[in-house]
């Protein structure tokens, strides 16, 4: 499809999501546009593969590089900012500060970026999405985080954990199992086996879950 026209399509989406967010009546409208602003983060894999496909190798891995810091740095100065302004504003006045950033945003993309020719006499190969993976993933990843979410009144509460924490452990055994032998995976899981990736994959854990306790 290009990958200039689904950043643009995820950069539409996550604006969608600000705008409703920041005239959500209810929880479940605030819930449907944190889930869409979800759609447009996810684009920063774009992102990554605009950088490489249109500057050279020394040149992407700084680009990519300047990325990755951005969105880490973002994160980190979005919790100080966004808390500061919810208590002297208002917590839609989050959403109303990055429409027009995100408005600006579409723009630079559609003039300022273009698709590369590099690989234009390759064929696009045609694959599957694995179904399987994906689904197992959602599975374990929504009753994890359910079981971790569930407040403790009520008797059934406990019974109700367990179920959901056996059924993410389930989905996740399954959802490596289908990965480990489709030939197209959703998530390559033999690069953890190399040590550059296992070490970087634990600085990143051990990064955010140092934020989050500082934080909290």
């Not at 989406?13 to 959500?24: E, K, P, Q």
């Not at 880490?72 to 208590?87: D, N, P, R, T, W």
């Not at 698709?115 to 064929?123: K, T």
């Not at 179920?163 to 959802?175: D, E, P, R, Y």
Request: glycine residues 8%; contains cysteine.
């Amino acid at each position: 499809y290009g990958r200039k026209k689904l950043l643009v399509i995820a950069l539409l989406i996550y604006l969608c999501g600000l705008i409703s967010g920041y005239y959500a009546a209810n929880i479940w409208t605030l819930l449907l546009s944190r889930a869409m602003q979800g759609i447009g983060v996810a684009s920063f894999p774009l992102a990554y593969a605009l950088i490489r496909d249109q500057l050279s190798h020394r040149d992407a891995d700084i680009g990519i590089g300047v990325i990755s810091a951005t969105y880490g740095a973002g994160m980190f100065l979005g919790v100080i900012i966004g808390s500061f302004i919810i208590e002297s504003w208002s917590w839609r006045c989050t959403y109303l500060v990055l429409i027009p950033f995100s408005i600006l945003l579409v723009p630079l993309t559609i003039y300022g970026i273009h698709e590369s020719v590099r690989f234009s006499h390759i064929p696009s190969p045609c694959g599957r999405l694995d179904w399987t993976g994906f689904l197992t993933l959602l599975a374990a990843l929504i009753l994890g985080l359910s079981a971790v979410s569930l407040g403790d009144t009520g008797e059934n509460a406990l019974l109700l954990r367990v179920i959901c924490i056996t059924g993410a452990l389930a989905a996740a055994v399954l959802f490596v199992r289908e990965e480990l032998t489709n030939p197209s995976p959703l998530i390559d899981i033999r690069l953890v086996r190399q040590p550059p990736v296992m070490l970087l994959i634990a600085i990143g854990f051990l990064t955010i879950l140092t934020f989050m306790m500082l934080l909290q």
